[in-house]
């Protein structure tokens, strides 16, 4: 009986640990919060793939973001266009509004629409980011050197942006985590 009274009282543990883990069901950072609201704002939206970001809801439930299980900080934005179609494009530009993401690991951007623009340049002070995924999402102008603070990057995918040029490849020699596609 005493067994059984143990295997119970574990089973209940394990059911509480389980639900704190669910990522939506985490408290998410409230500048964080406010922080992708505003990127949001800064971005036209036709398909709707932000819907869920709203006040009413915790960041971490919201599609596209995903958060630390322990703290409930933002650290992967995948925001890539899922269908490569213009119908689900996001559109605009980008808001600096991303510097509040301080635990920022990952972000996908690829296949979106920019319109040409640069790349900001404040997105060379994003240092926690180890992957950075800007393929075909319409940036044109000079790639910023400051992407060469990056020092954690491991990916970098800037490929499929006509009229985006390098005058000069000195800053991707401080990317000395860049890992090589072979």
């Given at each position: 009986?005493?067994?059984?009274?143990?295997?119970?009282?574990?089973?209940?543990?394990?059911?509480?640990?389980?639900?704190?883990?669910?990522?939506?069901?985490?408290?998410?950072?409230?500048?964080?919060?406010?922080?992708?609201?505003?990127?949001?704002?800064?971005?036209?939206?036709?398909?709707?793939?932000?819907?869920?970001?709203?006040?009413?809801?915790?960041?971490?439930?919201?599609?596209?973001?995903?958060c630390d299980n322990v703290s409930g900080r933002v650290?992967?934005?995948?925001?890539?266009?899922?269908?490569?179609?213009?119908?689900?494009?996001?559109?605009?530009?980008?808001?600096?509004?991303?510097?509040?993401?301080?635990?920022?690991?990952?972000?996908?951007?690829?296949?979106?629409?920019?319109?040409?623009?640069?790349?900001?340049?404040?997105?060379?002070?994003?240092?926690?980011?180890?992957?950075?995924?800007?393929?075909?999402?319409?940036?044109?102008?000079?790639?910023?050197?400051?992407?060469?603070?990056l020092s954690s990057l491991r990916q970098l995918y800037?490929?499929?942006?006509?009229?985006?040029?390098?005058?000069?490849?000195?800053?991707?020699?401080?990317?000395?985590?860049?890992?090589?596609?072979?």
């Open positions: 009986m005493i067994m059984r009274n143990s295997e119970l009282i574990m089973v209940v543990l394990l059911l509480a640990v389980l639900s704190l883990c669910r990522t939506n069901s985490l408290a998410c950072n409230e500048r964080e919060k406010h922080a992708l609201l505003q990127f949001k704002q800064s971005l036209t939206d036709p398909a709707n793939r932000l819907s869920s970001w709203s006040l009413t809801e915790g960041c971490c439930g919201w599609a596209g973001v995903r650290f992967e934005l995948h925001l890539g266009n899922p269908k490569d179609s213009d119908t689900s494009t996001l559109v605009g530009k980008l808001s600096p509004a991303l510097l509040e993401l301080e635990h920022l690991k990952f972000l996908n951007l690829s296949l979106n629409d920019f319109g040409g623009t640069p790349i900001p340049s404040f997105l060379g002070s994003m240092s926690s980011l180890t992957y950075l995924n800007l393929w075909g999402a319409s940036f044109g102008g000079l790639v910023p050197h400051l992407l060469g603070n800037l490929g499929g942006n006509l009229g985006l040029y390098v005058d000069n490849f000195s800053w991707i020699s401080l990317l000395s985590s860049l890992e090589s596609n072979g």
